[in-house]
């Protein structure tokens, strides 16, 4: 007999993120938080190095893997938005009184969770912000703001120092600057060849999602922030054009997932040598034998080459001409640029707004229960009240999973973490004890983060330490209080109606999923007698007419294109806007990625909670379905300029589904 599954509210809580323990990053929070603490202690400015020690284990958490110039990012940014934080906190703490700080911590959250709605490294930015404005305003001191904000600066910028200067284990001798985009795009081709592998099979799905997720880390490693347009360095270059080859790669892979036939065990081969010679920084050398027959052979009948198959060759072909090379064209990454609207769009849509009311509601509201209980001595002898409002933002993050979740690891995570804390702070010696604890606190957060409740007992034991470094008493009581009266705010708060339309964030997301999938549709199915523009991008006239028009009954015997043709033959000669069409199809799966990921996040709420996107999870199928088909659709144009009955068949059949469920493809204007 069976166990009765546990609810997915539930179940989420216990689920932990898996995978290889990050021995760099390890390392670098142990040399961070416990030796700034210890050089403020020694310096005489123990208040400084506090700052500086917090500063870096709120760095730590936002410390992943990736390359060195997206951490810089990735770091620098939230590290600003908590200086700023912090010099606002601490005037506003010694010039307002209880109400005015009060509505002035709403309005904070308003703008802050708005700008969460962005993405990653916006709300790691309004998390640090509102943090810090916390930090300030309820930690009285004699040093001023700005003094408060250069050490802030001072504590995340030696994390960032690290992160940039020390090498990662197994990094190629010599040049290790660029051994997170090595990473990043020696995973994007082991992905290409496990598709490849899995084709036809039951795990085919999930392995293109891996592919998605790869390509997505790929292009964000590569695409940090420069001083140049272009990449400077002949091995960064190089790096570009690895990725820019692998993009033809993924997209003839995903044709063949479509196709749903199993594919030669060889053709996995060149790929996971690509890979290999990306991560050593080596040739590609030997590369298997293209399946695509000469001028004047025929193909056996028990071995037909399709459309797919051609274009997996060729593009394997141009991936080893762009190894070969001793460095790679100057060329930007082929990605969809962020607008200035897309950005408004995000903040003021329906989950910029709905965010953001629920943090300035938490946010507000834990201040003036905490204020209230401050001026009435609950808190005995204890000056700072700035941790039911710091709990108040972490526990509103849904980027950090359902809310139930949420509060029942925070909770789980403070009381284990006091309970440790009040036992090692009655035997470690001080202050050394301390100094020793904070480190290894440090050293844990990047393992801490794969689970809640585990980087909470983490960062209560390391905030508690700083705490009573900086003279206050042993504080684990009335933390674990003020977390509970934390946890009940914003359970409260996260089933308040709002305005607008329930689990907006999640159908905000589908809807710029859908957008994306009709522009990289109408861009594939474009009228190649009428190029729209100069660039000789193919004037779309509407998706379903398009597909019929394009339909052609394929002879069977079809002759094979000699190997000698170029992809770009039949509808797309004399133009080549592959670049473009690789840029809409990863804007496409990355939109659909992120919208994925809301849509599981929200059915694990709780049951009033997760009613409100029902749905949206059969939505996202359809379109990753249209635009799987889309993908197979642009490999066969590429190869015959006409589509075959059954691509006609999916697309028309996606097309209507989306219409029954609400989403209309948008006419793309002639």
């Not at 989420?12 to 416990?34: E, I, K």
């Not at 983060?449 to 007992?457: D, G, I, K, Q």
Request: aromatic fraction near 4%; charge should be positive; hydrophobic fraction near 50%.
């Amino acid at each position: 007999m069976s166990r009765p599954a546990a609810p997915p509210w539930l179940a989420h809580a216990f689920r932990a993120q898996r995978g290889p323990v990050p021995w760099s990053a390890v390392t670098r929070g142990a040399l961070a938080a416990g030796p700034l603490l210890l050089a403020g202690v020694l310096g005489g400015r123990t208040s400084f190095g506090v700052l500086a020690a917090v500063a870096a284990m709120l760095a730590g958490i936002n410390d992943r893997p990736g390359s060195r110039r997206a951490s810089v990012k990735r770091l620098g940014v939230p590290a600003l938005a908590g200086a700023l934080g912090l010099l606002v906190g601490t005037y506003a703490g010694q010039g307002m009184t209880a109400v005015p700080l009060a509505l002035a911590f709403t309005g904070l959250g308003l703008v802050a969770g708005g700008v969460s709605a962005v993405g990653p490294v916006a709300s790691a930015a309004g998390t640090q912000l509102l943090v810090a404005v916390a930090f300030g305003a309820g930690m009285p001191g004699a040093e001023s703001g700005w003094q408060r904000a250069l050490a802030f600066l001072a504590g995340a910028g030696w994390l960032m120092l690290l992160r940039l200067a020390l090498p990662s284990p197994g990094s190629p001798a010599g040049d290790f600057r660029f051994d997170g985009e090595r990473a990043a795009v020696a995973d994007v081709y082991d992905a290409i060849a496990a598709l490849l592998d899995a084709a036809g099979g039951p795990h085919a799905t999930a392995r293109r999602a891996a592919l998605t997720a790869a390509l997505d880390h790929a292009q964000d490693a590569l695409d940090g922030p420069r001083l140049r347009r272009h990449a400077s360095s002949a091995a960064e270059r190089r790096l570009h054009a690895q990725y820019a080859a692998a993009l033809p790669l993924a997209e003839a892979a995903t044709a063949l997932f479509w196709a749903g036939e199993p594919v030669a065990a060889r053709a996995s081969e060149g790929p996971r040598r690509l890979a290999s010679a990306v991560r050593g920084d080596t040739a590609a050398g030997p590369l298997p034998a293209p399946r695509v027959p000469r001028a004047g052979l025929h193909l056996r009948a028990a071995a037909p080459v399709t459309p797919a198959l051609r274009a997996l060759d060729d593009a394997l072909l141009r991936a080893a001409q762009a190894f070969d090379r001793a460095e790679g064209a100057h060329h930007r990454l082929i990605a969809r640029r962020r607008s200035v609207r897309d950005v408004a769009r995000a903040v003021f849509g329906a989950g910029g707004r709905e965010y953001g009311l629920r943090v300035a509601l938490c946010f507000g509201g834990s201040a003036a229960i905490a204020q209230m209980l401050h001026h009435a001595r609950w808190y005995g002898h204890h000056q700072h009240w700035y941790w039911l409002p710091v709990t108040a933002v972490f526990l509103v993050k849904p980027d950090l999973g359902p809310l139930a979740s949420r509060v029942l690891c925070r909770a789980a995570g403070t009381v284990l973490g006091a309970l440790v804390f009040a036992g090692l702070a009655a035997l470690l010696p001080r202050p050394a004890g301390l100094f020793l604890l904070v480190a290894v606190c440090g050293a844990l957060v990047p393992v801490a983060v794969r689970h809640f409740a585990a980087l909470t007992a983490v960062i209560t034991v390391l905030v508690l330490a700083l705490v009573m470094v900086g003279g206050e008493p042993q504080a684990s009581v009335s933390r674990i209080g003020e977390t509970l009266l934390a946890c009940a705010l914003v359970l409260v708060v996260g089933h308040l109606p709002v305005p607008g339309r329930r689990g907006g964030a999640v159908k905000a997301r589908l809807a710029t999923a859908g957008t994306a999938a009709h522009a990289y549709l109408a861009h594939v199915l474009g009228d190649p007698g009428h190029p729209a523009d100069g660039a000789g991008r193919r004037a779309p006239s509407g998706p379903a007419h398009l597909a019929g028009r394009w339909a052609q009954e394929e002879p069977a015997g079809r002759a094979a294109r000699p190997a000698g043709d170029g992809p770009t033959s039949g509808a797309l000669a004399g133009c080549d806007d592959r670049p473009e069409r690789w840029a809409l199809r990863r804007e496409a799966y990355r939109t659909l990625a992120e919208a994925r990921t809301a849509i599981e996040l929200a059915a694990a709420e709780l049951p009033a909670l997760a009613r409100h996107t029902e749905g949206t999870d059969a939505v996202a199928e359809v379109l990753e379905r249209l635009v799987d088909t889309t993908t197979a659709c642009a490999v066969h144009l590429d190869d015959t300029g006409r589509l075959t009955p059954r691509h006609v068949r999916q697309l028309r059949a996606a097309l209507t589904e989306l219409e029954l469920q609400g989403m209309r493809a948008p006419a793309p204007a002639a």
